[in-house]
Each structure stands twice: as structure tokens, then as C-alpha cells.
């Protein structure tokens, strides 16, 4: 089955710098990759996700990248701002016609952006 | 984003008890909505997937008597802890998945989450 890696499980950064938060799977066949946002106490927010048919994706501050050959995925946050400061889980899976396998998280990153 | 809803939000009860707790899809039908079991500073553990009309489908090790689906309507699927004991104190989150328009796709989103302590 599908396995998840995250990398790292902390970060923190500076008020204004970027943060860079990178994923690897194992499974070759997954095409379908989203990325979630989780302050204290509260849901999994779907922040960003891409699929396998484009290398990359951006929504204003945040940016996903994809390399299938390698079979890693990264988030990128830039101009980082306290508000930033949460959790973060990568996923993976397989989507298709014929339906959709479950999402494997990995363990996640808490980001840490001071003022 | 899609919304999903989740109640109660807390619930504390006595060991040996039952607990009820109802994921609702808002605005969408879901067909499928998954149960997950998080614990402090750790990621999603995967319960259960929940298909509507249909017996659910456990992860390993997950005691699916002592973790009771019932995904009966498009929009509702409820999660029973029966016979609560302290360790099953956990932060428990539903999840739904939306198809997306025109391409054979789907997104999940999470409910607010349910917060249970036995005491």
C-alpha cells in the first residue's frame, strides 16, 4: 500500500521568510496529492492540492510541486506570517473513474513563524 | 471549500456508556465519508470508511463492534463508541468526499471534530 513521508516534522521561521515543507510517497500509481492546514484543537483545512497531470500549482502565498519520477510532492509558503503557525499534513492517493483509495497522511509539520 | 458539520463538539462520559457522534455533510451529498481518531500531536489515524447504503469498512485493528457506522442518508453518517473506557478518549474527526464537476476527482473535507473524554 501507499506510504506517506513528511519532512520536517518542525520548522520555524521568521516573520517574511519561506517555508518549504516536502512529502515523499511510494506508490506510482497515486495521482492525487492535497495538502491540509490544522490549528490547535480545530479541523484539517484542504489548503492547496495538485494532481498528478501538472508539475506545479499556486493560490496567491502557496505553491505545490510535484515530481512524479522522484515520487516526492512539496509545499511552499512565502512571505510567511504569524497566522501561518499550524500544522500541516501532507496526503496521497488514487483517484479515477472507478473511484478513489483512501488518503494516506503523513505525520505532519508544525511551523512555527514568529513575529 | 465544502462544508461538514459535527456534533457534539465535546462530549464526557462514564465508562461503560454508549456515545453518538453525527457527521453531516451540509452542502453536498457524500456517498462517502470517513472516521478518524487523532491523539495529541500525531497525525490522522484512519477508523473506518463509511458508505452510504452499506456496512463500513474498518481499518485493521479497529473493533468494528466497539465502533459502530451507520451511514444511512447521503448527507449523514453517525459514529457510535460503545462501552466507553478512559483510552478511548481521543479527538475523533469525520470526513467527507465531494466529487468534483467534470473530471473524475473528488476532494475530502473534515468536520470540526469531536472531543471525547470517559471518565
Known amino acids: 500500500g501507499e506510504n506517506v513521508e513528511q519532512h520536517p516534522s518542525t520548522l520555524s521561521v521568521q516573520e517574511g521568510d519561506s517555508a518549504v515543507i516536502k512529502c515523499t510517497y511510494s506508490?506510482?500509481?497515486?495521482?492525487?496529492f492535497p495538502w491540509y492546514k490544522q490549528e490547535l484543537g480545530k479541523r484539517p483545512q484542504l489548503i492547496i492540492d495538485i494532481r498528478s497531470n501538472v508539475g506545479e500549482k499556486k493560490d496567491q502565498r502557496i505553491a505545490v510541486t510535484l515530481n512524479k519520477t522522484a515520487k516526492h510532492f512539496s509545499l511552499h509558503i512565502t512571505e510567511t506570517q504569524p497566522e501561518d503557525s499550524a500544522v500541516y499534513f501532507c496526503a496521497a492517493s488514487r483517484q479515477g473513474e472507478w473511484g478513489f483509495q483512501k488518503l494516506v497522511f503523513g505525520t505532519g509539520t508544525r511551523l512555527l513563524v514568529s513575529p | 471549500g465544502a462544508v461538514v458539520s459535527q456534533h457534539p463538539s465535546r462530549v464526557i462520559c462514564k465508562s461503560g456508556t454508549s456515545v453518538k457522534i453525527e457527521c453531516r455533510s451540509l452542502d453536498f451529498q457524500a456517498t462517502t465519508m470517513f472516521w478518524y481518531r487523532q491523539f495529541p500531536k500525531q497525525s490522522l489515524m484512519l477508523m473506518a470508511t463509511?458508505?452510504?447504503?452499506?456496512?463500513?469498512?474498518?481499518e485493521q485493528g479497529v473493533e468494528k463492534d466497539k465502533f459502530l457506522i451507520n451511514h444511512a442518508s447521503l448527507t449523514l453518517s453517525t459514529l457510535t463508541v460503545t462501552s466507553a473506557h478512559p483510552e478511548d478518549s481521543s479527538f475523533y474527526i469525520c470526513s467527507a468526499r465531494r466529487p468534483i464537476a467534470g473530471i473524475s476527482s473528488y476532494e475530502q473535507y473534515f468536520g470540526p471534530g469531536t472531543r471525547l473524554t470517559v471518565t
Open positions: 463509511s458508505n452510504e447504503g452499506s456496512k463500513a469498512t474498518y
Open positions: 506508490d506510482s500509481a497515486s495521482n492525487y
